[in-house]
């Protein structure tokens, strides 16, 4: 199955490459670098939750406010995480895909 | 672009959904649990690179076992930041693509 | 050896909790919180060093804003570190102490 | 008021220092590495908690299996908060009582 309608996982990361490119930011982008920058975005996500209560974190969209800063925190995680899988060539997809698969055997159902 | 030879975002969500409703772990899913996940399990690919030179780093892939580690700690940040944007609605890509659109403004290009 | 002419940690834990006691705060605190805003605040001190190469991050302390910046989040660490304590009743010099006897033995010298 | 009957935190930070010089680690421990391993002990600390609800993270000592991991951890997180400020001639104590100061200002109570 295919995405006709809307951006795909290949596009993004030669838009972020080019954007990186285009202000001389590749310099900084060590895998290192990236995989610590991915955790700071997912840090970012958490602080809105760690007040909350489970049942609060489950209505955060209903606001627009907290809806668009939601948002923009899983655009940076997705950013960063596709940036490192790019500098070292590793297909996210498949390799969740492949994970799944293992994570089936390894936890049956119940 | 699409691709036709691999998986998708929308069938890795509708099999993680499934996989998490087989085994009875939906009530655990909360917005907040699954940041929180996500943020542990990108914590898990940081420690892979925390006592690395930038240069060794950028060689993590070279041996099968690092590059096998790697690939599963990519695939565990992408499950749970997938599995956060299907609890709350949110299309991943888009928010990407829209930051994008939205940095491209706020960072003009050197 | 005792310090005589600073703070100790017994005070500023019982400051902390006069202080998160005084504005209504205790329902918040529950330890699962307290421990994910440590790993935000932990998160916010790494952000300070993210694109920093390790030769930059040994300067942090030279220029007073990036200075005032480390130390504020030190604080915040140390302050979210010492409420989970706190609240768990647990002694967190003495966990240390256990701990490096412990690694003793676990990481024999060269 | 001083801490007689037990580890202080000059001493402990000498402990750690002594540790890593006797390893060999002293270059691994630039002020980067030592946040970002902060980072990551923060949220190995997190995961214990992760898919528990408020009250149950509440009772998270009871069991001497989870008493000893969560004081594992929070000996980890100390040893690199302190490491960290080591190198960089920080008092984390001291700097944690100007920020409680601070925030007595600024947050006032109810």
Known sequence: ?????????EGLQRRLADFAAARGWEPYHTPKNLAVALS???????EIFQWLTP?????VM???E?????RDEV?????????FCEVLGIDALQ????KIDRNEIRFPPK
């Open 95 to 98: 390799a969740l895909s492949e």
């Open 55 to 59: 049942e609060e974190s489950a209505r």
């Open 40 to 46: 700071v975005e997912a840090a970012e996500l958490v």
């Open 62 to 64: 209903e606001e627009p």
């Open 75 to 83: 655009a940076d995680v997705l950013a960063y995480l596709l940036q």
């Open 1 to 9: 199955m295919t995405r006709d309608d809307g951006p795909d996982v």
């Open 66 to 70: 907290g809806a668009h800063r939601v």
